[in-house]
């Protein structure tokens, strides 16, 4: 099973691609990501999960 993280990683990914892979835009994806897996699953953990420091747009583009 995948972890809320890691769901919230790859819906964050997808937004970023949707929108045109734009740059300087990670938090804004991040929380918007948040938003809808909570939105998807309410019995989901709640609370903040903070972005990986490590993932930045720069190494997204390099992923599709």
């Known amino acids: ?3 809320r993280e890691e769901r ?4 964050a990914y997808e937004i970023w691609e949707r929108e045109g892979r734009p740059t300087g835009r990670e938090q804004e994806h991040w929380d918007q990501a948040v ?3 909570e939105a998807e699953d309410p ?3 709640r609370g903040p ?3 990986d420091p490590t993932v930045d747009d ?3 583009s390099s992923k599709a």
């Open 1 to 3: 099973m995948d972890s």
């Open 8 to 11: 919230i990683k790859r819906r």
């Open 35 to 37: 938003q809808e897996i």
């Open 43 to 45: 019995e989901t953990e």
């Open 49 to 51: 999960v903070e972005a």
């Open 58 to 60: 720069r190494s997204k």
